[in-house]
């Protein structure tokens, strides 16, 4: 009999919209093997006004490429105040009720699989699948609430602190394994001495290694079947691009300071694709500092991203030295993107764990200031055609190795040693 493998993820609503994102591959990766999912998410979309309406019900279920999505009825939650916070508590109790009355339907999982963002999705889950008699994997794409303390959010030493750390210790210690995407993420474990080896009650053997990735046969159809009309992608010039958020933590401003340094460098371009809190501000740099070899693209819908990465000559993961812990490694997900178009990378963080170092596909950053990367970008552009070649195809190669294929069959090993 065919396994029921339950994936809970609040915001897959966003991969269901995009018919893409991890637990979209991972669902249809785990139909490909002879499994069962069902994606339960909220039925409002991360920070936009849009939602899928549930007719007054507690919940709506759509099956998109023979993928059942259950969307819980939430309230939307635009930015990051109380309306956010009502959202992820909705989304939390109302998950009670919707599993009693899906299984009375549909009969029960064989294994759960809740993911955070936020922790209260993995509550939900152990809680559940105790009363279900299933295990609960919980899967961690951001350590909370080191994140939170990174950001200045909360104190870790404040009630809020401990109340928050207490709860992610009572997750680990009570889900059946647990997956992380971060290579290093083990690591935090360590440093709490929460590992049966020091004396705590979580054994080291029940962590497990997932990072994001990519599905490479929908990023080379998406690379071939949306293309943009965009003279700048298709001028003979050496394209520096971003792709991502416009925020303080990606530091775009370094950007606009390395291109003014390689202002004169007529044939080299930035091209900043995406939005965010300091888009404007960033424009308005441009126009005052008269920077012509950088052009702001804004928005670009998800589907585009491969075909303006196969048009680049250099992608670059830009990033804050010090709004985050970089040790633990990296997952995002425009890394794998990155790695897919076939193209040198230049991450402005040396990372641990380095995915860049590993595959030999980029160059990392000692230092995260302006001439260090104008150094970096001139470097690669002035390689033999030959090394450039190199490192582009181990970018490639890279990516196959974090192919959803490949990281479904890491997922199953889990689900079946939980079963």
Not at 197 to 209: D, E, F, R, V
Not at 343 to 362: A, D
Request: charged share 25%; net charge positive; glycine share 6%.
């Amino acid at each position: 009999m065919k396994k029921k493998i339950w994936l809970w993820n609040h915001y897959a609503t966003d991969m269901y919209k995009n018919r893409g994102g991890r637990h979209y591959w991972f669902a249809e990766n785990l139909i490909k093997q002879g499994y069962e999912p069902t994606v339960f998410c909220a039925n409002t979309f991360h920070n936009k006004s849009d939602f899928i309406d549930t007719k007054n019900k507690k919940y709506t279920i759509d099956i998109l490429d023979n993928i059942p999505f259950v969307f819980v009825r939430t309230t939307t939650a635009l930015g990051n105040g109380i309306d956010r916070v009502k959202n992820m508590g909705l989304f939390y109790l109302n998950l009670f009720s919707v599993v009693k009355e899906f299984v009375k339907l549909n009969g029960k999982p064989d294994v759960i699989l809740a993911s955070s963002v936020h922790p209260l999705t993995m509550v939900a889950g152990i809680k559940i699948a105790k009363k279900l008699g299933v295990p609960c994997i919980c899967e961690i794409r951001d350590l909370w609430p080191e994140a939170i303390f990174s950001f200045n959010k909360a104190k870790e030493r404040s009630l809020l602190g401990r109340v928050l750390t207490a709860g992610e210790h009572w997750i680990y210690r009570n889900a059946a394994a647990l997956v992380f995407t971060k290579e290093g993420d083990t690591d935090y474990i360590l440093e709490k001495n929460w590992d049966t080896a020091q004396g705590g009650k979580i054994n080291l053997s029940k962590c497990h290694y997932i990072n994001n990735g990519v599905d490479i046969n929908a990023f080379e159809i998406a690379s071939s079947e949306n293309k943009v009309d965009d003279e700048d992608l298709c001028a003979d010039k050496f394209n520096v691009v971003y792709v991502g958020t416009i925020r303080p933590v990606n530091n775009v401003g370094n950007l606009l300071d390395a291109a003014a340094l390689l202002k004169d460098e007529n044939n080299i371009q930035f091209l900043i694709y995406g939005d965010g809190n300091q888009r404007e501000m960033l424009e308005k740099r441009i126009a005052d500092e008269n920077l012509t070899n950088v052009k702001m693209k804004g928005f670009v819908n998800k589907r585009s991203i491969p075909y303006i990465l196969s048009k680049s000559s250099v992608n670059i993961l830009n990033y804050s030295h010090t709004q985050y812990n970089w040790a633990r490694g990296n997952s995002s997900n425009k890394l794998f993107e990155y790695m897919a178009s076939g193209k040198p990378i230049i991450s402005t963080v040396k990372m641990g764990y380095s995915i860049l170092e590993k595959y030999k596909c980029g160059i990392e950053l000692e230092n995260s200031n302006p001439q260090e990367l104008a150094k970096a970008i001139l470097n690669i552009k002035n390689m033999s055609k030959e090394e450039y070649n190199v490192i582009g195809s181990n970018a490639k190669r890279g990516a196959n190795d974090f192919d959803f294929q490949k990281l479904t069959k890491k997922l199953i090993d889990v689900v079946e040693e939980v079963d």
